[in-house]
């Protein structure tokens, strides 16, 4: 039987040292790849690139997609100049990573947009971001925890009858998180379907949900959380019948 390809949105690094010093290289953490080897898929690294038609045939080879995490997205994007807290914005990915979507959602195939890419889907329909929790008006939660990846510090509810809380068949998951940014408004054809404590959106969904946007990092769990990799073994299943 053949495996799901899926590809797994590339960023760079700029070599600091040894020789070579400022060498790009394209790379995704190893996790991602790990995470879909474990649940029957077969990963493809999409290295950034800006050539579309390139781009536009990353996706054709692929069955699914996910769209990892990394950058702040550019808050022109959604009508806003930048505000002194937000980190480094990379405008060029932002433009690759919603044509790898854009591409995707054309071709019909489903997509698992974590951390950064759960924003980015959210910007690719409309939405808007916090550019840091710091100018959410309300009381906000410690979300970027900054040490061990695999530990679980958050609490998230599941909306009832939502695509994710079927998938779990759970109301209530504990998460890791490392996002400073936060969903403001929802963009058009997406729902809100899991909440922090303190109201923070830690999951977008369409309706049928084969677009589904994660604010934290399962792919850091797949090993310590076997329950995590529920939203891989999903992205694969519907990526065989997509392939």
């Known amino acids: 039987m053949k495996k799901p390809i899926i590809g797994i949105s590339g960023s760079r690094i700029i070599k600091q040292q040894g020789p070579w010093p400022g060498y790009y290289r394209s790379y995704v953490n190893e996790d991602y790849v790990d995470s879909v080897i474990q ?17 536009v045939m990353q996706v054709k080879n692929v069955d699914g997609l996910i769209l990892s995490g990394g950058h702040d997205i550019d808050p022109r994007l959604y009508g806003e100049e930048s505000l002194p807290k937000i980190d480094e914005i990379w405008p060029a990915r932002d433009s690759f990573d919603m044509l790898l979507l854009r591409e995707a959602e054309k071709q019909q195939k489903p997509v698992l947009g974590i951390c950064r890419g759960a924003q980015l889907i959210n910007v690719a329909h409309g939405g808007s971001l916090y550019q840091d929790f710091s100018y959410r008006e309300q009381l906000t939660l410690k979300h970027s925890q900054g040490h061990t990846p695999d530990l679980e510090t958050q609490s998230v509810v599941l909306e009832p009858k939502s695509y994710l809380a079927n998938l779990f068949g759970k109301k209530k998951l504990s998460v890791n998180t490392f996002h400073h940014q936060l969903i403001k408004e929802v963009g058009k054809g997406l729902n809100p379907v899991a909440h922090a404590k303190d109201g923070v959106i830690e999951a977008l969904e369409n309706n049928d949900g084969s677009l589904i946007g994660v604010q934290w990092h399962p792919e850091m769990l797949h090993r310590s959380d076997p329950e995590m990799n529920k939203l891989f073994i999903d992205l694969i299943k519907k990526s065989a019948k997509e392939g």
């Not at 029957?40 to 781009?55: A, C, H, K, L, R």
Request: glycine share 6%; hydrophobic share 30%; aromatic share 12%.
């Open 39 to 55: 649940n029957n898929g077969v990963p493809y690294i999409i290295p950034f690139n800006e050539d579309p038609e390139v781009t």
